[in-house]
């Protein structure tokens, strides 16, 4: 197939390739290295006989590749887990049964992600709305104060950390204007209004860290497309400088925003650690953190697998955008 629709094709099977190779290495780290790693699966408190049925689940005793088929079969029929008196079917794409909770580690995941999507995507529309327009105001207003007091803004933003911007927010906002409650995190669908208003300080915490880098990198972005050819032979027609920046020389330059901004989206899932922990969101990166702390295996593998697809995902979706944003990017 030739064209946008082959392109689409084989950035899809290169996302099917991209997430079998991240399976592979995520398996090896976490199941084939040296330890006992049932007594790490089940946890310190498992006993002898817990750690044995552990062990008979992960077919330790087979050689690693067939483990390993066992494993992606699991991810994609599902598979059966003897829980001592009975077995529990976990449907696919099954990643595993966290032994310290007694749930499926899916099940877990999707009770964690809501929050973690609600505070990644709400935070992206601000920064890019912030990061983008800071930009190009910064770009075309080269030389003059107003760009240089945008300059110092974004590296203030960029070595600000992100729990400071979110204490500064909650003490003023919430503490000395009570604009806002402290936030607590509603379900969008039992009150949509709430779930909003108690995510804003969040949003903006997360917001204003990401859009100091996108102010900059679409700043240079913008700087190096209005020196191209197409746009001095714009103004030589007289076009106008407002349609030039705003139809022309941001499209150009929208291909490495839309990169940083894919980059950002999938890692920002689970990475989003400070924010939720500062605001008391029980999203998936704070689980990941208890998970860690606990010890319990499955649940940071299957937590580092759900990354790794939604920054493959953001990457496969940044890619045709591309093409949709930038006529200039060869479709191979």
């Known amino acids: 197939m030739s064209g946008f629709g082959g392109f689409v094709l084989r950035r899809a099977v290169g996302m099917a390739v991209t ?46 590749y067939l483990r390993y088929w066992h494993f992606l079969e699991g991810l994609v029929v599902g598979r059966d887990y003897s829980t001592g008196t009975s077995v529990a ?45 800071t930009g190009v105001l910064s770009a075309w207003r080269r030389g003059r104060i107003s760009e240089r007091l945008l300059t110092a803004l974004t590296l203030a933003g960029t070595a600000t950390p992100v729990f400071v911007i979110g204490l500064v927010l909650m003490i003023v906002v919430c503490g000395e204007l009570q604009l806002l409650p402290f936030p607590q995190y509603v379900n969008l669908t039992d009150d949509p209004e709430q779930w909003a208003w108690n995510l804003l300080l969040p949003w903006l915490s997360l917001a204003l860290i990401e859009a100091a880098a996108f102010a900059r990198l679409t700043r240079a972005s913008m700087l190096e497309t209005l020196a191209e050819d197409h746009i001095r032979t714009f103004r030589a027609y007289g076009v106008g400088e407002r349609s030039i920046v705003g139809r022309h020389a941001l499209r150009g330059a929208l291909a490495p925003v839309i990169a940083l901004n894919a980059n950002n989206v999938g890692s920002a899932v689970g990475g989003a650690v400070l924010t939720e922990t500062l605001f008391g969101l029980p999203g998936i990166g704070q689980e990941l953190v208890h998970a860690v702390k606990v010890v319990d295996l499955p649940v940071v593998v299957g937590m580092v697998l759900v990354v790794g697809f939604f920054v493959v995902i953001a990457n496969a979706v940044a890619d045709v955008l591309y093409a949709v944003a930038d006529r200039r990017v060869v479709l191979a």
């Open 19 to 64: 997430l079998l190779a991240i399976s592979v290495i995520v398996y090896v780290v976490f199941y084939a290295t040296p330890g006992n790693v049932a007594q790490i699966t089940c946890g310190p408190r498992c006993s002898p006989e817990q750690v044995h049925q552990v062990a008979a689940q992960l077919r330790l005793g087979d050689p690693l």
């Open 89 to 133: 079917h976990c449907s696919a794409p099954c990643l595993g049964m966290s032994y310290q909770s007694d749930q499926q580690v899916m099940d877990l995941i999707l009770t964690k992600l809501p929050v973690s999507l609600s505070l990644v995507l709400g935070a992206m529309v601000l920064w890019l709305l912030l990061g983008v327009g």
